[in-house]
């Protein structure tokens, strides 16, 4: 459902492929569920960066004409839904970076830990930022000191990435190549696939699908992949790696058709589904999901179960972002735009209501209503991930603990105030059984962050 978390952005790449533009709007089309503020997609067209990003979708910001005008066989897009810097073009990426030694490009998803400290450095050493992204910080850290400018760039490259804390699958355009990097940590994903005689590299396979291109792997933590005339070269920058994943790609940001590590995202929440059933089996007489990212849980559970799995629950598919959205008064008399409850599935009957998280709250409680006023007879609350209990300094907008419901609760409160019959939150162990890993980011979960937080530099 749409529960007010946001992925902060997906990236797409093309080598070596006519039109690479046009194939990369293609891509981030397929990737915009992971940003709808802002796109962009640059070129290398006559041996020139050209750039094109505008705020909106990316129907909205490209036309015919404009991919027209952006030639050539290597480019890289992005698409974006601002966490850190404010939401304005100067934000909108990729970014482009003018310097002696050749000119740049640079797309990122995910969110750098450090970048308060590493801005300060930069500062302090004479960089100027253009914007408050902080994506910006790796181009400055690559070119951060010009007698250094003799090194080969991919060693410049491995020395910015390792001074980087966080999340991040960055793509860097150059005149002859392209680099895509993913962090140690595996924190975001980033998939490598051939297309006709060259590559493509996404933030998912759905959109490696989508443009008619063949899966290769993951790229690896740690690992940057460089894709020039030679091919394909695999550089390891850092020995420390590991698989810390963040689990809400699997729980609600990836589309089900990608597949991330190996698991296939609808598998991964199908499996949920089955081990909500195994874990807190309920009397029932239907099951219904709430669309769209819980329908593949709710599929799961009553396979499980042997009742039936019925669209108890449907969603205006045509809400625009130039919607006028019912006021604060409007919403608690009930007007939900978004999703309708029907009277003559649920009327009468125990439902069991499958949701993918419970972040604010207020949507599971209108939804709660929604199904009562609609005549269902008990509902029976099943959350396929655990409660959310923790901010995400990663690249997702979960900002606060106070903003989170389930903080500041115990079961029973959480069960009372959403006003359900019976609620259970899906165990880690669960999320692990479903994904088939011993390793995942859990933190907004746990609390347990696979990095440093830099918090105290900050002070
Ligand atoms: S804290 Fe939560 S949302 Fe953030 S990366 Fe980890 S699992 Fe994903």
Redesign the pocket.
Known sequence: MDNG?HEECGVFGVYGVPDAARITYYGLHSLQHRGQEGCGIVCLDGGELKCIKGEGLVTEVFDSGKLDSLKGDMAIGHVRYSTTGASCLDNVQPFVFHHKTGDFALAHNGNLVNSAVLRRYLESRGSLFQTSSDSEILAHLIRKDSKESHLPRIEAIKEALNMIEG?FAFLILTENRIYACRDKYG?RPLSLGRLGNGYVVSSETCAIEAVGGEFIRDIEPGEIVCIDHHGLRCNKYSDYCHR?M????YIYFARPDSDIEGCNVHNFRKLSGRYLYEEAPVEADIVVGVPDSSLSAAMGYAEAAGIPNEMGLVKNKYIARTFIQPSQELRENGVMMKLSAVRSIVGGKRVVLIDDSVVRGTTSKRIVKMLRKAGAKEVHLRIASPQLI???????D?STVEELFCASRNLEQVRKELGVDSVHFLSKEALYNAGHRSE??????TGD??TDLYQEELK
């Open positions: 978390i999340a924190l810390f963040c689990a809400m790609e923790r901010p995400c300094f990663y690249g997702v979960i995942f980011c859990l933190a907004c979960f962050y696979p």
